[in-house]
T-cell receptor, first 113, second 112 residues
Framework: SQQGEEDPQALSIQEGENATMNCSYK?????LQWYRQNSGRGLVHLIL?????REKHSGRLRVTLDTSKKSSSLLITASRAADTASYFC?????????????FGKGTSLLVTP | SQTIHQWPATLVQPVGSPLSLECTVE??????LYWYRQAAGRGLQLLFY??????ISSEVPQNLSASRPQDRQFILSSKKLLLSDSGFYLC???????????FGPGTRLTVL
């Protein structure tokens, strides 16, 4: 089952602008992850934030987690055309799937030069 | 370093034909292995996962099956493909469940 839901479904910005994507989930989690997928390719792990963390940075990426609201956000600062991709959040909570992750439907980001 | 391979990269098959997609992992032992399907413009749907040789868990009822004949080999099969089986199939592995997964390049399957 898909627990994470990204918002917006699609986002179009210009190079240099910041891009913010949100993710909501339904049940308690141990961690939440963000992945990136270029068109027609596999997913690449970007960042993992644990349930006891509120914010995490990695280069131009900033992730926040609010467990009380069951939501997370991914901020990409100073976006580049190469950031064009789909971004997915994934949670680890689903007792039926054992170790598996639950992915949302993703946000499609378009960065125009 | 660890790598994950999937083949073929693309496949066009007629309805009713069999299917075999292969995934292999190098550079690690006893990984957890996963098969996902991604429909156009959609998220990932978990199909199968395996925590060891011969151990397969199915997430959704379907005409697909999976097998793990070797520690680092995961195979997705079907005896008779349906139109609805079209999609992008991704294999992934991790060492510690619930944490970072590493994905293969995917197989684009079109059933006509």
């Amino acid at each position: 089952s898909q627990q994470g839901e990204e918002d917006p479904q699609a986002l179009s910005i210009q190079e240099g602008e910041n891009a913010t994507m949100n993710c909501s989930y339904k049940t308690s989690i141990n961690n939440l992850q963000w992945y990136r997928q270029n068109s027609g390719r596999g997913l690449v792990h970007l960042i993992l934030i644990r349930s006891n963390e509120r914010e995490k940075h990695s280069g131009r990426l900033r992730v926040t987690l609010d467990t009380s609201k069951k939501s997370s956000s991914l901020l990409i600062t100073a976006s580049r055309a190469a950031d064009t991709a789909s971004y997915f959040c994934a949670t680890d909570a689903d007792s039926n799937s054992g170790y598996a992750l639950n992915f949302g439907k993703g946000t499609s980001l378009l960065v125009t030069p | 370093s660890q790598t994950i391979h999937q083949w073929p990269a693309t496949l066009v098959q007629p309805v009713g034909s069999p299917l075999s997609l292969e995934c292999t992992v190098e550079g690690t032992s006893n990984p957890n292995l996963y098969w996902y399907r991604q429909a156009a413009g959609r998220g990932l749907q978990l199909l199968f996962y395996s925590v060891g040789i011969g151990q397969i868990s199915s997430e959704v009822p379907q005409n697909l099956s999976a097998s793990r004949p070797q520690d680092r080999q995961f195979i997705l099969s079907s005896k008779k493909l349906l139109l609805s089986d079209s999609g992008f199939y991704l294999c992934a592995w991790d060492q510690l469940g619930g944490n970072e997964q590493f994905f293969g390049p995917g197989t684009r399957l079109t059933v006509l």
